[in-house]
């Protein structure tokens, strides 16, 4: 879980405010890990986004601006027109146009590592689902994996890459998975703790 703290924040207070808010944190994880809902965003300026792990806060900025959601100095800047759903739209847009040319360029060496060839790999909504691997050799990811770490965000892509070889969850598969990613238990509980947080779109 993760805090945005103001740099002058006494680090006391912080600790103070974290401590009483950790029980209803737990209470909201447990609840999304059995399906009570996934996380919603307000989108209000300062609602902290996440980004490759690291995290942005949201700042509306008028739509002569450019009309379009972008990174900017720190900032996720959100043009201020339009629906709640229609925003959303643009941010869940956004993770998946700016994500797709990252893991274009991060699919190459794991696939090489992999031993396979992807005709292509794109971000879009898949539901619950976190990424496919289709028969004429296209992966396809959820855009909302683009709020994890690099390394998890790897971790998915290498797992799609490895059913190009090795169709079911076998021994030879995660064998296969090893080969490329050697913390590969790890990797996967950390995934387990973080997924069910993740934002889907849901405003």
Not at 15 to 20: L, N, T
Not at 67 to 76: A, E, P, S, Y
Not at 88 to 96: E, K, S, T
Not at 116 to 129: H, I, K, N, S, Y
Request: glycine share 8%; charged share 30%.
């Amino acid at each position: 879980m993760l805090f945005a703290v103001p740099a002058d924040a006494d680090p006391q207070v912080v600790a103070e405010a974290v401590r009483s808010r950790l029980p209803r944190l737990a209470e909201e994880v447990e609840r999304r890990r059995r399906g009570g809902g996934e996380p919603v965003k307000e989108l209000v300026s300062g609602e902290s986004f996440a980004y490759l792990g690291r995290r942005h806060r949201l700042k509306a900025v008028p739509a002569a601006a450019g009309g379009r959601v972008r990174l900017h100095q720190g900032w996720l800047e959100l043009p201020d027109n339009g629906s709640r759903q229609e925003r959303g739209r643009l941010i869940a847009q956004w993770y998946a146009a700016r994500g797709s040319r990252w893991v274009s360029t991060r699919a190459r060496p794991l696939a090489e590592l992999t031993g396979v060839a992807p005709r292509e790999v794109v971000l879009r909504d898949m539901g619950r689902r976190w990424g496919a691997c289709e028969p004429d050799g296209s992966i396809t990811l959820h855009w909302a994996l683009m709020q994890l770490s690099p390394d998890l965000v790897d971790l998915v892509l290498v797992h799609e890459l490895t059913h190009l070889r090795v169709p079911a969850h076998s021994a030879a598969f995660r064998h296969r998975m090893r080969m490329v990613l050697e913390d590969l238990e790890g990797l996967e509980r950390r995934f387990a703790e973080a997924e069910p947080v993740l934002w889907r779109g849901a405003v």
